[in-house]
């Protein structure tokens, strides 16, 4: 396989792997913006008014039919995570065996084994220790 096709293909996956990232962080701020919701509103009369954003739409509702639906989206966004985590993992594989199987190192690996066998030659072992 030329160079450019074996790159830009390890470059495709690592994007894929940066967006699965991108996409699970995201929903883990979602996921803790209800559980703060949530026990916001455990703590509230079920009969008190307040609004739920419905499809772009500002909606008035009771604390009662809210919290049930919270709680189904907090579920679900838990399930949603683990999935991403899961193809993360399942993405993180393929992209090593991508790797050994093409033997592509990034600039930064070359460069610190570079260091550290440039360190181990001098005698200098490149750490700092303060007291």
């Known amino acids: 396989m030329a160079a450019e096709p074996v790159v830009s293909a ?13 996409k699970a962080s995201e929903l883990e701020m979602e ?13 509230v009369e079920p ?3 307040c ?8 909606v008035e509702r ?3 039919e809210v ?3 919270l709680e189904i989206n907090k579920e679900q966004l838990a399930k949603l995570i683990d999935s991403f985590a ?14 050994a ?14 260091e550290s066998e440039g360190a181990g030659k001098s005698g200098s072992a490149g750490v700092l220790v303060s007291e």
Request: aromatic share 4%; proline share 1%.
């Open 10 to 22: 390890f470059q495709r996956l690592r994007a894929e792997q940066r967006g699965l990232a991108a």
């Open 101 to 114: 199987k093409h033997n592509i190192r990034l600039v930064n690996e070359e460069k610190m084994s570079r």
């Open 51 to 58: 609004y739920r954003m419905v499809g772009g739409v500002l």
């Open 67 to 69: 919290l049930p639906a």
């Open 62 to 64: 009771t604390v009662k």
């Open 86 to 99: 899961t193809q993360m993992v399942s993405k993180g594989k393929e992209l090593n065996e991508f790797r």
């Open 31 to 43: 996921l803790t913006e209800h559980r703060l919701v949530i026990d916001t509103l455990k703590e």
């Open 47 to 49: 009969t008190r008014k």
